[in-house]
C-alpha cells in the first residue's frame, strides 16, 4: 500500500519528504510568509529594506525548522530534561546577572550575542511535561499531575520576576496544554479552577505587594498609561475598524500609511492587515490560521508514541494561543501582551522558536505511526 | 483500585483519549476564531462609521503657524530691525537611528562647530520626547552649505532644511541698547508669555524695545489644518487661518543723529541722550561701547556672552537708562534757581572765591576746581565758569532738605517711565534718605559736596536729559519716550505721544530767564567753560552746563564698575545743552566715562549731535 502511494507521488513531493517536511504544512506556513512581506511592505510605507530583512530572518527560521525536523521524536524526548533544566538555569541566571533591555531583565549576555532564555521555555517547558508525562499510564494520577504543575510553574515564577507577566502566562498555557492532552481529570481541572478564584482574592489583598498589584494593574488596564500602550490601541482599533468590511486596499490604510501606528510592522501588524484588507481579509486570514491548526493536531493525532502526541498538541494549540492572543489584543479584545503574530510580525526571536516548534511537528509527522490502530 | 498497582499502559485508549481531548481543544479554538471574527466584525462592520470618522481626524492635524514679527523702524523710516529670510539646518531626533553618525556623516558636507553641536546638543536634551520637531544645528547657511546638503538630504533621513525669517538688525551695534534684540524662547520666557500665541513662535524679544514692546512686535497666532503623519511631516494643507504679522513700529529715534552720536564718542564709554524738549521724544540715545545683536538672535555661546558681560567695559550695560553718575556740575542751574526762589542768593549778589571754603568751626577745606580762586563772581558767573566755592557757600546756606526739595520735580532720584527696560532711578540725597538707607545722621560737610553734585548724588544721562529739558522748557518736565506710532497690520496707524510729566513752579518768571541766560554764558561768555571749546565757532546759540565727576566719589557706590576706578582714575566728563537757546529743539545730555573734562571731552560730542540736528551736518 506505501509502495502504491509512493509511486504516485510528485518529485517535489518525494523530496520533501525525504527532507522530512510535510508538504501541506509548509505550504500553509508559506503562504502566511508570503502575507507578512506583503504587509510588512505596506506597513514599511514602500520601504523593500524591511522586507529584504525578514527574508533573511524567514530563511534562518527554514534552515532551523529543517535542522530540528532531522531530529527524530526520540531524541527530543532524550534530551528534554536537560534543555528544560539549561533552560530554567540561564532564567537564573538572567535574574541574578542580566542585562536589562527594554526596561525589564530579560536579557543574558553572552558576549556575542543577547539571548532570552524564556524563549527557551516556550518549547522547553512543554518538552518535558511531555517527557514526564510520556513513559506513564495516562490519564495522570494526581500526584503526577502535581509533579506536572511543579514543572509548570518553576520557569512560570521566575519569568514572573523579570517582570514578564505575559511571557510567563504563555510559557505556562503551553506546558499546561501538554497536561491537559495527556488526560488531566475535568475534575481536578474544575477543582484548581475553582481554588484559583479564591485564591485570587487573598493573594490580592494579603500577600501581593503593591508593586506587584501595580503590575497587574496595568496589565489589564492599559488605558491607565494613555500615552503608552493605551495610545496604541486606540489607534490600533480606528486602523482596525476603518478597514470597513473590504479594506482600504494594499497600501492604502491612512492609518498605516500616515505612521500613526505603533510597532506596525512588529506586535501591530494585524492592524495594517485589517486596515487594508477589511472583514473578508481578516476572515481569510483567520481561516488560514485554523488549516494550520487543523494540520498540526491531524499530526499531532498519528505521532507514534505519547512523548511526541504530547508535545505536537502542544505546540499546535500555542500556536493558536499566540494568534488569539495577537489579535485579541490588537483590537482591544485583550491586554497589551508582547505577543507577535506568528509567521507574520517582523522579528527574528519569535519566527525561529516558531519555526524550531514546527520543525518538531515536522518530525513527528516524518515519524508517525506506520498503521494507524 | 487495581488501576494505581499495576498501570498497564493501553496505547489505543491513550489515542482516544488525546484525540478525545484534542478534538475538544480544536473545537475551543475555533470558537476563539469565532470570538475574533466576531470582534472584528464589530469593529469593522457595525462601527464602521465611527472609525472611518476618527481615522480622517487623525490624518488631519491642526498645526500653528507663526506670525511674521513686526519690523521696527527710526522716526524716518529707517530699518533698525529687519526680518531676513535664512535656510536652516534641522534633525528631528525620533527619526535618527544613530546621531553621532549623523552628525559625522554631515559634518563631511558642511562644518559644524563645536558651540553648534553644544548648542544642538542643549536643544536635543530641553525637547520632549516624541514631539517629532526639528531641532536646529545650523543656521544661516551659506548658499553653497545649502546646495551641498539638499542635493543630499534623502540620505539623511530626519535632516531637514527649514526656511525661517531670521531677525536680521541692519546696522548692527548702532543703538542696540534701544532697540534690543531677540532670542530663541526659553523656559524663563515661557513663564512670561501666553503659551497658546507663541505655539510655533520660536524667537521672542529679549531686551530693549523689542522686549518692551513684544506684545505689539509678535503679532497673533495662525492655524492650518493639514494632513500630516505621525512624524508631523505636512503633506496636504486642507484649511488655513492666517496669521496676523505683528505692527512695525516706528521709534522717535533719528538714525543718522544715533549714528553721529556713536561715532562722535571714538573709543571713548560713555553715553548721550538727545531728545526733543517739547515732546519728550528720544531722538538718540547711545551707550558706548556697543555690540551686535545679532550675534544674539539664534543663541550666543556662553564664552562669547560672558566676554560682553564681564568686559572691561561692559558694553551690555544701558549707560543711558541704567548707569548711575554723579552729575557733578551739571546740577548747578538747578541749585541755582532753588536759591534765587528762596532769597539765598540774589540776582547780581556775589561772593569771592579765594581757591577753598570752609565751613564755621572746621578745619576741613573745600576746594575749588579753580587752585587759585575766581575772584569775586555772581551766580550768573559762577555758573557760567562753574564755581565751586559759590555753591559750597550756596548749599551751606540753603540746607540738604531744600536743596532736594527744589531738585525732586526736575525728575532726579526716580525713574521716570520711558517705554523700555533696565531704567534706573538714580539718587538725590537727603537726611531722610540718608537715615533710611545707611542708618546714618547727615553732616553738614555731605551738603556742601552734594551741592556740586558730588558725594551721594546720582543721576542717570536719561534724568540729566530731561532734567535739562525742563530748564529750557520753562519748566515743564517731559515725559521721555521712544515709541512714535505704530503701524498695525490691518494698516491703522496709531500715533504715540506723551504729556509733560508735571511743571515745575516758579515764583518769579523771569528766574528762568535768569538761569537760562547763564547756562548761555558758559557756552557763549568768554569766561564760559565750553567757550573755547565749543561756543566760540558756534553757528548757532546754545546753552549748556558742563560738569566733571569725580571718580572717587563713585568708589562708593556699588553699582559702578569698581574695575574702571582701579585703572582710570581719571574724572568723568558731561555736559549738558539744549539749542537752540531761545527755542530749544534738542537737548543733549552726554557722558564720557573718565574722560576728562566736560568742557574738552562731553561738550564736542555734544555740538556735533546738535550740529547734525539744527544744520544737518554729518561731521
Given at each position: 500500500m506505501r509502495l502504491v502511494e509512493a509511486r504516485r507521488e510528485s518529485l517535489p513531493v518525494r523530496l520533501l519528504k525525504w527532507l522530512k517536511l510535510d508538504p501541506l504544512l509548509l505550504l500553509l506556513l508559506g503562504l502566511l510568509m508570503t502575507l507578512s512581506c506583503l504587509v510588512l511592505f505596506s506597513a514599511g510605507g514602500g520601504n523593500i529594506d524591511l522586507v529584504l530583512r525578514q527574508l533573511v530572518r524567514f530563511g534562518v527560521a527554514i534552515g532551523v525548522m529543517l535542522f530540528v525536523a532531522q531530529i527524530t521524536p526520540h531524541a527530543l524526548k532524550l534530551w528534554s530534561p536537560w534543555i528544560y533544566a539549561v533552560g530554567v538555569s540561564m532564567l537564573i541566571a538572567v535574574a541574578v546577572i542580566g542585562v536589562t533591555g527594554k526596561g525589564a531583565q530579560r536579557w543574558l549576555d553572552l558576549g556575542f550575542m543577547r539571548f532570552q532564555p524564556s524563549e527557551v521555555l516556550k518549547l522547553a517547558a512543554p518538552m518535558m511535561v511531555a517527557w514526564y508525562l510520556g513513559d506513564r499510564a495516562l490519564p495522570p494520577t494526581v500526584r503526577q499531575v502535581l509533579v506536572s504543575l511543579v514543572i509548570i510553574t518553576v520557569p512560570m515564577l521566575l519569568i514572573m520576576d523579570q517582570p514578564d507577566l505575559g511571557t510567563a502566562l504563555l510559557v505556562g498555557s503551553a506546558a499546561f496544554f501538554a497536561l491537559f492532552l495527556a488526560g488531566l481529570s475535568v475534575r481536578l481541572l474544575l477543582a484548581g479552577g475553582g481554588l484559583a478564584l479564591i485564591a485570587a482574592p487573598i493573594m490580592w489583598f494579603f500577600v501581593m505587594h503593591d508593586y506587584q498589584k501595580q503590575r497587574v494593574l496595568t496589565f489589564l488596564n492599559p488605558e491607565s498609561d494613555p500615552l503608552g500602550s493605551g495610545y496604541h490601541i486606540i489607534q490600533s482599533k480606528i486602523a482596525i475598524g476603518s478597514g470597513?468590511?473590504?479594506?482600504?486596499?494594499w497600501m492604502n490604510g491612512s492609518q498605516s500609511q500616515l505612521d500613526f501606528l505603533p510597532e506596525q510592522s512588529t506586535d501591530f501588524i494585524f492592524s495594517v492587515f485589517g486596515e487594508e484588507f477589511g472583514l473578508v481579509g481578516s476572515l481569510l486570514l483567520l481561516l488560514l490560521y485554523v488549516l494550520v491548526l487543523a494540520r498540526c493536531l491531524r499530526i499531532a493525532s498519528r505521532a507514534q508514541d505519547s512523548y511526541a502526541r504530547l508535545l505536537a498538541g502542544s505546540i499546535s494549540l500555542t500556536f493558536f494561543v499566540y494568534l488569539f492572543v495577537n489579535i485579541g489584543m490588537v483590537s482591544g479584545l485583550l491586554p497589551v501582551v508582547g505577543v507577535p503574530l506568528p509567521m507574520v510580525s517582523y522579528g527574528g526571536t519569535s519566527v525561529v522558536t516558531l519555526a524550531a516548534g514546527f520543525g518538531m511537528l515536522m518530525s513527528v509527522n516524518a515519524n508517525k505511526r506506520l498503521m494507524n490502530r | 483500585m487495581a488501576r494505581r498497582r499495576a498501570r498497564l499502559r493501553n496505547p489505543d485508549m491513550e489515542i482516544r483519549l488525546f484525540k478525545g481531548r484534542a478534538l475538544f481543544a480544536g473545537v475551543v479554538c475555533l470558537l476563539l476564531a469565532a470570538t475574533l471574527f466576531g470582534r472584528l466584525a464589530w469593529l469593522q462592520f457595525f462601527q464602521y462609521d465611527n472609525y472611518q470618522e476618527q481615522s480622517q481626524d487623525n490624518r488631519v492635524r491642526v498645526r500653528p503657524i507663526p506670525p511674521t514679527r513686526g519690523l521696527i523702524f527710526d522716526r524716518n523710516g529707517q530699518l533698525l530691525a529687519d526680518n531676513r529670510p535664512s535656510y536652516q539646518l534641522e534633525i528631528t531626533p525620533e527619526l535618527v537611528e544613530d546621531m553621532d553618525a549623523l552628525l559625522a556623516q554631515l559634518e563631511s558636507v558642511v562644518s559644524i562647530s563645536d558651540q553648534e553641536r553644544t548648542r544642538f546638543k542643549q536643544g536635543l536634551y530641553r525637547q520632549r520626547r516624541g514631539s517629532y520637531k526639528g531641532v536646529p544645528l545650523k543656521f544661516n547657511l551659506a548658499p553653497e552649505q545649502l546646495a551641498a546638503i539638499a542635493v543630499d538630504l534623502h540620505r539623511y533621513p530626519g535632516v531637514s532644511i527649514e526656511a525661517r525669517l531670521n531677525r536680521f538688525y541692519p546696522d548692527h551695534g548702532t543703538a542696540v541698547h534701544t532697540v534690543g534684540y531677540v532670542g530663541r524662547v526659553d523656559e524663563r520666557d515661557l513663564e512670561r508669555l501666553e503659551k497658546r500665541a507663541y505655539q510655533g513662535t520660536t524667537h521672542t524679544g529679549k531686551a530693549g524695545i523689542e522686549r518692551h514692546y513684544e506684545d505689539l512686535l509678535h503679532g497673533e497666532v495662525g492655524f492650518e489644518q493639514v494632513e500630516v503623519n505621525v512624524q508631523g511631516r505636512a503633506l496636504r494643507v486642507l484649511d488655513q487661518q492666517k496669521p496676523e504679522p505683528g505692527a512695525n513700529l516706528y521709534l522717535s529715534l533719528d538714525l543718522g543723529m544715533q549714528r553721529v552720536a556713536e561715532r562722535a564718542f571714538g573709543e571713548e564709554a560713555g553715553a548721550l541722550v538727545a531728545m526733543d524738549p517739547r515732546t519728550g521724544e528720544i531722538l538718540a540715545m547711545a551707550s558706548m561701547p556697543t555690540y551686535d545683536p545679532n550675534s544674539f538672535v539664534n543663541g550666543i555661546s556662553v564664552k562669547d556672552y560672558a566676554a560682553l558681560r564681564d568686559g572691561f567695559y561692559r558694553p551690555l550695560f544701558n549707560r543711558a537708562l541704567t548707569g548711575q553718575y554723579p552729575p557733578g556740575s551739571t546740577v548747578k542751574p538747578f541749585y541755582g534757581l532753588g536759591a534765587l526762589e528762596e532769597g539765598v542768593n540774589t540776582q547780581g549778589k556775589k561772593i569771592r572765591c579765594i581757591g577753598y571754603y570752609q565751613l564755621p568751626n572746621e578745619d576741613h577745606r573745600y576746594r575749588c576746581w579753580k587752585k587759585h580762586g575766581h575772584g569775586r563772581l555772581d551766580l550768573d558767573q559762577s555758573i557760567a565758569q562753574s564755581c565751586d566755592i559759590f555753591f559750597y557757600d550756596l548749599a551751606h546756606r540753603m540746607g540738604i532738605q531744600k536743596m532736594h526739595d527744589y531738585l525732586a520735580p526736575f525728575g532726579f532720584g526716580r525713574e521716570l517711565g520711558i517705554d523700555t527696560l533696565g531704567e534706573e532711578g538714580g539718587l538725590l540725597p537727603s537726611p531722610e534718605w540718608k537715615r533710611r538707607a545707611r542708618n546714618r545722621p547727615w553732616y553738614p560737610g555731605e551738603t556742601l559736596i552734594a551741592g556740586i553734585g558730588q558725594g551721594y548724588f546720582l543721576a542717570t544721562p536719561l534724568q540729566l536729559a530731561v532734567a535739562t529739558s525742563a530748564l529750557a522748557m520753562d519748566g515743564a518736565v517731559p515725559k521721555p519716550h521712544?515709541?512714535?506710532r505704530v503701524e498695525h497690520a490691518d494698516g491703522r496707524v496709531e500715533h504715540h505721544s506723551t504729556e509733560p510729566m508735571g511743571q515745575v513752579e516758579v515764583k518769579q518768571q523771569r528766574h528762568w530767564e535768569y538761569i537760562k541766560k547763564s547756562m548761555e554764558h558758559v557756552v557763549h561768555h568768554r569766561r564760559g567753560t565750553a567757550y573755547w571749546n565749543v561756543g566760540v565757532n558756534s553757528e548757532y546759540r546754545f546753552a549748556g552746563k558742563t560738569g566733571t565727576a569725580q571718580v572717587f566719589s563713585v568708589a562708593q557706590d556699588e553699582e559702578y564698575d569698581e574695575e574702571l576706578v582701579e585703572k582710570r582714575l581719571r574724572d568723568h566728563a558731561l555736559f549738558v545743552s539744549w539749542a537752540p537757546v531761545d527755542d530749544p529743539q534738542i537737548v543733549v545730555a552726554v557722558i564720557v566715562e573718565n574722560g576728562g573734562h566736560g568742557s574738552s571731552v562731553a561738550a564736542p560730542i555734544a555740538k556735533q549731535v546738535m550740529d547734525y540736528h539744527l544744520l544737518g551736518e554729518a561731521p
Open positions: 470597513g468590511v473590504m479594506g482600504k486596499g | 521712544l515709541l512714535q
